[in-house]
RNA sequence: GGGGGCGUAGCUCAGCUGGUAGAGCAAGGGACUUUUAAUCCCUAGGUCGUGGGUUCGAGCCCCACCGCCCUCACCA
């Protein structure tokens, strides 16, 4: 199959035509040219120069057919023999795939579809691997046969760029991710944020409970750390004075893949100095409804079924009383036997639930009995100080943090709190994580000495949020999987 | 990590209770100066994931390994 590709390749060049062009001077993209052949009205439009990949090919003799596609989508281009003369050797061994520039007349065929008629055929790249493309067939009576195509997600995912190239609409979620986090960046920067980077390589990690990824650093010799989460550095910014900062960047944690877990992952983080956690709620709500809206031009988006509404107000519960409503338990007056006995009723294995403990427990509950009910988008506030040492006291009970979460479709899609800035109450939180670590916690965090040292000096009270953007591109993008939504997934390396 | 499933031509798949492989599309050759599912004629293409084993004989049975998918666990 390549033989023959690598065939046409010699005998172009034999023919003194290059393989492989340096540049095109393109006149349209293919929408363009075919905008501006209807504007005319004219049986004869103007001449353009197009270029693209030749994604269909029907040679018919003296003449030729032929689509090509480029980032606007798909033109029909049409070769004569005639009108080529001595560029028609090249027509005779271009293969699909191949991308060529064609420069000609735009006109309509018998068949009523715009073309461009071509005068000039430049070869720009040959292709000397077909793509795993597939076909389809659209019968008289509308029934559509597809043969073949890319469906292995192994090869889709391993060879992203064949993807992309056969699938137009693989390429359009990309394009919405960019629109996404350009959305984002708008929203952010006209209310005065500072985009910013911190590191990703951190002696310490922490801001959230996950296993790292460490390596080494050869010239220092000591291990680093890929970053867990942004929040430790970016609250270090608003001590600096850095009052509204934010960062779209990767984070890393060591743990399973899943349909909505990656490695590598991209979060968002805000921080807001002098506002509290309700106005970061009120601040992810405006932003949310208003990416709806410019994604979609409306204000819901059904999944599963269900019509998500982002245009009325998200709906609003308290962690301890929605678990109370749905569990019929107090997570703050319960005892570890009661908490386990409510995990049982909801299905928990037996011997599952008997290895949960404290904080682990109590979000067990939460995530058996309230997760599963928070379809609509919906804020759960407040939430029990043990599950969350980096978050501000409550302000009228002490057994809870100023914090919340933000749920669609059952999923987390947004953390925040009121900004914990109190250094002595922060490193008393910490050497809870500590103690939890000794005890054999993995994820608890570790004492940041130098974060306690940067509160010491004063960090003003702020509000501060992480929104996952693979799963809010899960969202808008109606796409199953957080590969779907990531160019280059994580794979096992090929055998 | 546990459980289940899958891995056959470039792609998507079929292959009956084990008898040494098949389809469509793609590909190659030929005909064809308005096709778009082009059409018509002809042709070729596979160490059946890898390595062992059972058997007279294995794509099919057994074992191990590799990879992928689903699921559970872990992971807010």
């Known amino acids: 199959m390549e033989s023959a590709r690598r065939e046409n390749r010699a005998a172009i060049e034999a023919a003194g035509v290059p393989a492989f062009a340096y540049a095109f001077q393109r006149s349209h993209l293919a929408a363009d040219a075919i905008a501006e052949y209807e504007r005319g009205g004219q049986a004869e439009g103007p001449d353009v120069a197009v270029a693209g990949r030749l994604v269909a090919w029907r040679p018919k003799g003296k003449v030729a057919f032929g689509h090509v596609e480029d980032a606007s989508g798909r033109i029909q281009i049409y070769l004569r023999q005639d009108q080529l003369g001595a560029a028609w050797t090249l027509a005779e061994h271009l293969d699909l795939d191949d991308h060529v520039g064609v420069r000609g007349t735009l006109m309509r065929t018998r068949a009523g579809e715009i073309t461009v008629r071509g005068a000039e055929l430049t070869l720009l790249a040959k292709s000397l691997r077909p793509l795993p493309r597939g076909k389809t067939q659209v019968a008289d009576d509308g029934s559509v046969r597809t043969f073949g195509g890319l469906h292995d997600p192994e090869v889709r995912f391993r060879q992203r760029y064949a993807d992309l190239a056969v699938h137009p609409e693989v390429r359009e979620i990309f394009r919405l991710r960019a629109r996404v986090t350009r959305y984002i960046r708008r929203y952010l920067d006209e209310r005065g944020f500072l985009e910013v980077e911190t590191p990703v390589l951190q002696p310490l990690y922490g801001g959230a409970a996950a296993q790292p990824f460490v390596t080494h650093h050869n010239a220092l010799d000591m291990p ?30 060591n743990e399973g893949m899943d349909r909505t877990h990656n490695p590598e992952f991209t979060m968002l983080e805000w921080y807001m100095a002098y506002a509290d956690y309700q106005v970061i709620a009120g601040m992810a709500e405006e932003l949310l409804r208003g990416l709806v809206r410019e994604i979609t031009g409306g204000e819901a988006v059904e999944r599963d079924g269900v019509a998500l509404d982002f245009g009325r107000p998200f709906a609003r519960v308290g ?80 057994r809870l943090t100023e914090r919340f979460e933000l749920f669609v479709l059952g999923r987390e899609l947004a953390n925040a709190f009121s900004e914990l800035n109190d250094p002595d109450d922060q490193r008393a939180r910490f050497e809870d994580q500590v103690r939890l670590r000794q005890a054999g916690d993995l994820d608890a965090q570790h004492y940041d000495a130098d974060f306690i040292r940067a509160l010491e000096y004063g960090m003003p009270p702020a509000g501060g949020i992480g929104i996952g953007i693979d799963r809010l591109m899960m969202l808008l993008a109606d796409q199953p999987s957080i590969r779907d939504v990531i160019l280059f997934p994580a794979m096992r390396p090929e055998g």
């Open 224 to 253: 680093l750390y890929l970053r867990i989460a942004d929040e430790l550095y970016l609250k270090r910014l608003l001590v600096g004075g850095l009052e509204r900062v934010y960062e779209i960047g990767h984070d890393f944690r």
């Open 319 to 398: 962690f301890v009383d929605g678990i109370r409503e749905h569990a019929g338990i107090d997570v703050l007056a319960a005892d570890e036997p009661d908490m386990r006995a409510a995990l049982l009723r909801s299905g928990v294995p037996a011997d599952t639930a008997a290895t949960f403990t404290g904080g682990k427990l109590v979000d067990e509950v939460f995530k058996a009995f309230l997760e599963p009910h928070l379809v609509q988008p919906t804020f759960v506030f407040d939430y029990p100080r043990v599950l969350s040492p980096l978050a501000k006291t409550h302000r009228t009970d002490r």
